[in-house]
């Protein structure tokens, strides 16, 4: 209850923002409300049922996620994404690769993290573990837990998500926001799942798995499929920077 009053305290100041623009556009209020309550119901899900979603589905989701804009429509994302049994076959090799093997990603790991970028870190770190049982400092359990990111956390599908290597730091930024847009999508279909970063470690694996050309940059996974609501992994909800943090104004208000 305390999480939910927080959402929506957070939200009221969209809402009134929203309401003069509502005005003049009835329509543009509800909307943004159906926007806001999907985004606000969003979460990364680590603990899925072995049902398999309808292909149709998938395609659905990714056609509504392609709509995003991008520099010059390059239009640079590809996503190759497993079937079920294809799912628990790929998941055997990422986790045998991950005891077995050093990460060797397309992209670089994040220098550091420093400030509120570290404490929004450690804080959602201290949430995933609490909710699971893992006492702090507790580092044999807690590393547990981070190998469930190479068993997909068990959803029955993964997506994995490439970008043209040509287009660079701006096709990669155009793929940032078809992720996040294919997550959305997939909440608003009743679809939970999350991006991992950790599965694209192992780029060579995944090249060889999915034959993925060296002219793709592999950026991430997500995971997917229908959430397994009576976990406690999936019961805890990441908190959100304040208006003043996001938002810098230029000039006088009106």
């Not at 659905?60 to 799912?87: D, F, G, M, Y």
């Not at 701006?170 to 940032?176: K, P």
Request: charged share 25%; proline share 6%.
């Amino acid at each position: 209850r305390a999480e939910r009053g927080l959402a929506v305290k957070r939200l009221r100041p969209m809402r009134q923002a929203a309401s003069f623009g509502a005005e003049r556009n009835p329509a543009m209020h509800a909307d943004l409300d159906t926007l806001e309550a999907i985004l606000t119901r969003r979460h990364s899900s680590r603990a899925f049922l072995p049902d398999a979603v309808p292909d149709e589905v998938i395609e659905r989701i990714t056609l509504a996620a392609s709509r995003v804009p991008s520099w010059c429509n390059a239009q640079p994302w590809q996503v190759h994404v497993t079937r079920k049994e294809e799912t628990d076959r790929f998941r055997e090799k990422l986790y045998a690769t991950a005891l077995s093997t050093s990460s060797q990603p397309d992209l670089d790991w994040p220098k550091q993290y420093t400030g509120a970028y570290l404490d929004r870190r450690r804080t959602c770190g201290f949430q995933l573990y609490d909710a699971v049982g893992i006492p702090k400092g507790d580092r044999a359990a807690s590393g547990k837990q981070m190998l469930e990111n190479y068993r997909l956390f068990g959803a029955p599908h993964v997506a994995i998500v490439t970008s043209e290597a040509d287009l660079g730091t701006y096709g990669i930024m155009d793929a940032g926001g078809f992720i996040a847009m294919w997550t959305v999508a997939a909440e608003a279909a009743g679809i939970a799942s999350v991006p991992q970063a950790a599965v694209a470690a192992f780029s060579p694996l995944l090249r060889e798995e999915f034959d993925i050309p060296e002219h793709r940059k592999i950026l991430c996974a997500i995971s997917f499929g229908y959430e397994d609501k009576s976990h406690p992994v999936n019961a805890f909800r990441t908190e959100r920077a304040t208006i003043d943090e996001v938002l810098v104004w230029t000039g006088k208000k009106l």
